[in-house]
C-alpha cells in the first residue's frame, strides 16, 4: 500500500540540497572524478534498496543531480510511502559520469534518511492498527531538516505535531515551575491565547490533570511517561472534552498497549532525531 501525501515545492528542499552539495564539493570540486572520467563520458545508474523499508525523498534526490546538471535525466519508479523490498530499484540516473558520481552521495544521504524516518514511522503506525490512535512526531528534528523530516513522517502514515513555538501553546513542567503550577498557567495562556490559539498542557501525573480539568482545562493534554494503566484513567478522567496524547520512550513494541488505553495521538520524539537510516545503494548500470 502507498500512502499519498502532498508533495513538498521544491523551495523546501532545495536549501538543503544546495548545502549538501556545496559541503561535499568544497572549494576544489570531485577529485577523484576529474582523475579518472574521461571527457564527455555519460553513464546510467539505479537506486536499488539493500532492505525492506518506505520511501520518501524522492523530490530532494531529484534536484541534488537537476541543480548539478539541469539535463540529467532522473526517472523515479518508486513513490514517497511506497512499500518496498531489498533489490527493488527505486529510480534510476543517466547523465554526465561526474554529475551522477558527484551528487550521488547527497542523494543517498538524503533518500536513506528519510526512507529511514517513514519506515520507522510505519511500523508504529501497523502496530497500532485497529485503535484510533495516531502516529505523531515531535519538534525533535536536526536543524534545517525539520520540514523534509516532518514529511517523511507523513509519508509513513504518521502525522505532524508543531513545526514552530507559534503554532501552538504548550504548557510544559518548565513553564508549570516558574507559572507556581498548573492553574496559574493555564490562565495565563487563556488570557493570551487567540480563539484560533489551540492550548496544550504536559502533565506527568493524574492530580495535575485534575487540576487543569477543574480549572477549566486545555485543548489537548500530553501525559507525559504514563504505563498503560495510567493512561486509561487518564482517559476516563478527560471524557472526550480535549485530545489526549501519549508521549516519552514508546517504542513498536509497547506502542499497542499504549494505544489500547484509548489515547488520541502517540508522540514519538526519536522517528526524527535517531532513528536509523535505510541502507539504499546507488549502481552503476554498465
Not at 49 to 60: K, L, N, P, T, Y
Not at 156 to 163: F, M
Not at 186 to 210: F, P, Y
Request: charged residues 20%; aromatic residues 4%.
Amino acid at each position: 500500500m502507498t500512502i499519498f501525501i502532498p508533495p513538498l515545492p521544491d523551495l523546501l528542499w532545495e536549501h538543503v540540497i544546495r548545502a549538501g552539495l556545496a559541503e561535499d564539493f568544497g572549494t576544489g570540486g570531485d577529485a577523484t572524478s576529474q582523475a579518472i572520467v574521461r571527457p564527455g563520458q555519460r553513464l546510467r545508474a539505479v537506486f536499488r534498496a539493500r532492505h525492506e523499508g518506505v520511501v520518501a525523498g524522492m523530490a530532494g534526490v531529484r534536484l541534488a543531480f537537476s541543480l548539478l546538471d539541469p539535463n540529467a535525466n532522473f526517472t523515479a519508479l518508486k513513490e514517497d510511502g511506497c512499500r518496498i523490498l531489498p533489490r527493488d530499484i527505486l529510480a534510476e540516473i543517466e547523465g554526465p559520469a561526474e554529475i551522477v558520481l558527484g551528487g550521488e552521495r547527497t542523494a543517498l544521504n538524503l533518500l536513506s534518511h528519510l526512507s529511514g524516518i517513514a519506515t520507522a514511522t510505519r511500523q508504529v503506525v501497523d502496530a497500532i492498527h485497529g485503535t484510533k490512535a495516531r502516529v505523531c512526531c515531535t519538534r525533535k528534528t536536526l536543524p534545517g531538516l525539520r520540514a523534509i523530516q516532518k514529511y517523511a513522517v507523513k509519508a509513513g502514515g504518521g502525522s505532524n505535531h508543531r513545526y514552530r513555538l507559534d503554532d501552538a501553546i504548550l504548557i510544559k513542567d518548565n513553564h508549570i515551575a516558574l507559572c507556581g503550577g498548573v492553574a496559574s498557567a493555564l490562565k495565563s495562556a487563556r488570557q493570551r491565547a487567540g480563539h484560533l490559539m489551540a492550548i496544550a498542557l504536559e502533565v506527568d501525573t493524574l492530580d495535575q490533570l485534575e487540576t487543569a480539568l477543574s480549572t477549566g482545562g486545555a485543548n489537548v493534554y500530553l501525559l507525559d511517561n504514563m504505563g498503560p494503566d495510567m493512561l486509561r484513567r487518564a482517559v476516563e478522567m478527560v471524557k472526550g472534552r480535549a485530545l489526549t496524547e501519549a508521549s516519552g520512550g514508546i517504542t513498536p513494541d509497547t506502542a499497542p498497549a499504549i494505544a489500547a488505553s484509548g489515547v488520541d495521538v502517540l508522540s514519538l520524539g526519536w522517528l526524527t532525531h535517531s532513528v536509523k537510516a535505510l541502507d539504499i545503494g546507488l549502481d552503476i548500470d554498465l
